[in-house]
């Protein structure tokens, strides 16, 4: 079966400092994959897509960057994190036969003090 | 034309009763309409999904009924329960397969 991990579940930062969480899925191989970001009480506001290693789609300018350096590894980065970054960053992966359902990791919760 | 416009924001119903939460798109070329349920603190979770060319969908207590011609599509839920309260989010499938969100709608079954 498929899995989805996300690291760290939690973590606060101060304004200024950088930023990378990672995600990883298991039991898949070559999926899309997603990060998204919800501000609380919000919707989800797509970040980054990916459709293989190297490729990287970004959906909204911004102060994060995306990187897939192996097929079911998407990290998520920032040089200098903004208090307006703050949220819930969500992982996602979707399968090439079902391509309607997307599989969301548990999340990260980042504060940025 | 992208988006998809979801209702109400926020529901409360009594525990037992049906809420319903609704959403509507413009663009024709959605091929598919997936219900995701999110509960605090975790990542959301496909509920059901339904194709447009059917009216009906139930899964349990959770039922889809879309309306091709108004470009409309809602979420029943039979016998709510408290279990039951969570953020519900509507989805639409664009031809380059990717899911357009709508907003939300944050549920609360009272006991």
């Known amino acids: 079966s498929q899995t989805i991990h996300q690291w760290p579940a939690t973590l606060v930062q101060p304004v200024g400092s950088p930023l990378s969480l990672e995600c990883t899925v298991e039991g898949t191989s070559n999926p899309n994959l997603y990060w998204y970001r919800q501000a609380a009480g919000r919707g989800l506001q797509l970040l980054f897509y990916?459709?293989?290693?190297?490729?990287i789609s970004s959906e909204v300018p911004q102060n994060l960057s995306a990187s897939r350096p192996q097929d079911r590894q998407f990290i998520l980065s920032s040089k200098k994190l903004l208090l307006s970054d703050s949220g819930f960053y969500l992982c996602?992966?979707?399968?090439?036969?079902?391509?309607?359902?997307?599989?969301f990791g548990p999340g990260t919760r980042l504060t940025v003090t | 034309q992208q988006q998809v416009k979801q209702s109400p924001q926020s529901l409360i119903v009594q525990k037992g009763g049906i809420p319903i939460i609704n959403c509507a798109y413009e663009n024709t070329a959605f091929d598919y309409f997936p219900w995701y349920q999110q509960f605090p603190g975790k990542g959301p979770a496909l509920l059901i999904a339904i194709r447009p060319d059917v009216s009906e969908k139930k899964e349990g207590r959770f039922t889809i009924s879309f309306n091709k011609s108004a470009k409309q599509f809602s979420l029943h839920i039979m016998d709510s329960q408290p279990g039951d309260s969570a953020t519900y989010f509507c989805?639409?499938?664009?031809?380059?397969?990717?899911?357009?969100w709508g907003a939300g709608t944050k549920l609360i079954i009272k006991p």
């Open positions: 990916s459709v293989g290693i190297g490729q």
């Open positions: 989805a639409a499938r664009d031809s380059n397969y990717q899911l357009i």
């Open positions: 996602a992966w979707r399968g090439r036969e079902r391509a309607h359902e997307q599989y």
